[in-house]
T-cell receptor, first 114, second 111 residues
């Protein structure tokens, strides 16, 4: 079974530029999550989709971050404009929720904002 | 007070030791508990998952949940250098719409 795929793996941008990340979840997983992991910290949930609907985006900085999941499969997370404090690893995860709660993670995208 | 507290370590042990990793939480709405292992520059990998108080064993790993104390543990028996990683606890509320991770404990197992 293929795992969660993410691209790109690394991205370096200057502040005020925009960036987009892509995620393809495990086949059949209805729920998709985007997390932000700052160095030395645990992942922080940004947004949770169930199929193509948003179920929790309470910690998403909506003035600069946006996410979509068209057709309930792939998802993109965008940052515009980026700030220095957005430097982090952006992790995508998927799960069979509500059938189960286990989340499976992709390798992440390491973003550096200079 | 953070919702989930986890000692960041680092924790250094000799090969073969029993390792105990712990998290405490404050919100009794958390009902589902997970432990993840994260190697450097990799995504978290699910190790253990449980939703009831008591112990759950899988090979060298045992997850323990005490809901009355709001305390969860992960034990690693016969630790190996390949176990050197960051261990993250995570928990989800009853509705499954809120997942919180601990900060992670860095573990080093010396050969």
């Amino acid at each position: 079974e293929a795992g969660v795929a993410q691209s790109p793996r690394y991205k370096i941008i200057e502040k005020r530029q925009s960036v987009a990340f892509w995620c393809n979840p495990i086949s059949g997983h209805a729920t998709l999550y985007w997390y932000q992991q700052i160095l030395g910290q645990g992942p922080k949930l940004l947004i949770q989709f169930q199929n193509n609907g948003v179920v929790d985006d309470s910690q998403l900085p909506k003035d600069r971050f946006s996410a979509e999941r068209l057709k309930g499969v792939d998802s993109t997370l965008k940052i515009q404009p980026a700030k220095l404090e957005d430097s982090a690893v952006y992790l995508c995860a998927s799960s069979l929720f509500p059938r189960s709660y286990e989340q499976y993670f992709g390798p992440g995208t390491r973003l550096t904002v200079t | 007070q953070k919702e989930v507290e986890q000692d960041p370590g680092p924790l250094s042990v000799p090969e073969g030791a029993i390792v105990s990793l712990n998290c405490t939480y404050s919100n009794s709405a958390f009902q589902y508990f997970m432990w993840y292992r994260q190697y450097s520059r990799k995504g978290p990998e699910l190790l253990m998952y449980t939703y009831s108080s008591g112990n759950k064993e899988d090979g060298r790993f045992t997850a323990q949940v005490d809901k009355s104390s709001k305390y969860i543990s992960l034990f690693i028996r016969d630790s190996q250098p390949s176990d050197s990683a960051t261990y993250l606890c995570a928990m989800t509320n009853t509705g499954g719409f809120k997942t919180i991770f601990g900060a992670g404990t860095r573990l080093f197992v010396k050969a």
